[in-house]
C-alpha cells in the first residue's frame, strides 16, 4: 500500500513538472521559436502599405495644357521612382479622334466637355470624367500691336489679320460663341488645329492678331501680348480629365489624375492662369 501511494507522488509530481514547462513553452518570449510577433509581421505584410507604382503612363492632353502637364509629369515621375509619363499634346479634336482610333492613351485631358462626351459616348472613358480647370479666351497681338487691335469688334476691321482655332477645336467653338456674342463676324485668314498653332502665328508676325487662351498668353512670356474683352465671359472652357477606357494602366492613369486633380495639380494649373471649375 506505501508503495502505491509513493508511486501516486511520483506521478502527481511529473505531471506539474510537465505542466510548467507547457506554460513555459505556451508564454511569448524574445528567445522562443513558437513565440508569435504579430506586430511585426503585419508591418512586413505587403498589404499593409499601398505597392510602389512602376511602368509607362500616357496621357493625351490639349494642346493649351502643355506647359502645367509637362511640369506635372516631372512632378509625379518624382514622387514615385520607376514611373514615366509619356505626353502628347494636341487639340482635343485630333485627340479623340486618334483614341477612338486606337491609339494607346491611358488618360486624356480635353479643352471642353463636348469632346470628353464624345468618348464617354463611344464607351471609352472608364468611370466618370473629372473636371479639373477652366479657361477663358484672349486676344494675342505681336508686342507691338501693329494693328492697333484695343478690342474684339477690331478683329473685323478691314485688313487686319487674323487668326483663329478650327470650328470642331475647343478654342475654335468658343472663338464662335464669342462672335455671337459680341454680334461681330470675324474673317479669318487661317484656321488652325490646336491654339498652340495660333499662338505661333502671332508671335512669329504671320498674323497681327489670333484668338487664344488667357493661359497661352501668359505662358508666351513677352513674345506676344494679351488684349482682354469682356465678350470673352461668355465662352468660358471646362477642362475634364478621365482614364480611358482601354488603358491597361489605370494604376498610373488614377494616380496621375489624382495629383492633376489634388492640391498639388490646383497650385501649378492656378500658377498658369487657369480657373476653378
Given at each position: 500500500m506505501k508503495i502505491?501511494?509513493?508511486?501516486v507522488g511520483v506521478l502527481l509530481a511529473a505531471g506539474s513538472l510537465i505542466a510548467g514547462l507547457a506554460g513555459c513553452a505556451g508564454t511569448p518570449g524574445a528567445g522562443s521559436p513558437s513565440a508569435p510577433s504579430s506586430s511585426a509581421e503585419s508591418a512586413g505584410s505587403p498589404s499593409s502599405s499601398s505597392p510602389q507604382l512602376s511602368g509607362t503612363v500616357t496621357v493625351y492632353a490639349a494642346a493649351s495644357l502643355k506647359a502645367t502637364f509637362t511640369k506635372l509629369a516631372s512632378e509625379f515621375e518624382a514622387r514615385n521612382p520607376g514611373t514615366k509619363v509619356v505626353l502628347s499634346f494636341a487639340g482635343s479634336s485630333d485627340l479623340v479622334t486618334q483614341i477612338t482610333q486606337?491609339?494607346?492613351a491611358d488618360v486624356f485631358a480635353s479643352a471642353d466637355t463636348k469632346n470628353m462626351g464624345k468618348l464617354?459616348?463611344?464607351?471609352l472613358v472608364d468611370g466618370k470624367a473629372t473636371n479639373f480647370a477652366t479657361n477663358i479666351m484672349t486676344i494675342a497681338v505681336p508686342p507691338a500691336n501693329p494693328a492697333s487691335i484695343a478690342s474684339f469688334a477690331d478683329l473685323a476691321k478691314p485688313g487686319?489679320?487674323?487668326?483663329?482655332?478650327?470650328?470642331q477645336v475647343p478654342c475654335g467653338a468658343a472663338a464662335q460663341s464669342v462672335e455671337k456674342a459680341?454680334?461681330?463676324t470675324i474673317k479669318p485668314v487661317s484656321e488652325e488645329s490646336s491654339v498652340t498653332d495660333v499662338l505661333g502665328k502671332v508671335s512669329s508676325g504671320e498674323a497681327d492678331a489670333g484668338l487664344v487662351y488667357v493661359t497661352d498668353v501668359k505662358s508666351a512670356g513677352d513674345k506676344v501680348k494679351g488684349v482682354p474683352f469682356p465678350e470673352a465671359s461668355n465662352a468660358?472652357?471646362?477642362y475634364p480629365i478621365a482614364t480611358v477606357g482601354t488603358s491597361k494602366h489605370k494604376d498610373l492613369a488614377g494616380a496621375f489624375i489624382s495629383l492633376v486633380t489634388g492640391s498639388e495639380g490646383k497650385k501649378v494649373l492656378g500658377d498658369a492662369g487657369f480657373g476653378v471649375p
Open positions: 502505491a501511494r509513493r508511486n486606337g491609339a494607346p464617354s459616348d463611344a464607351s487686319v489679320k487674323v487668326v483663329v482655332c478650327a470650328s459680341a454680334g461681330t468660358v472652357n471646362t
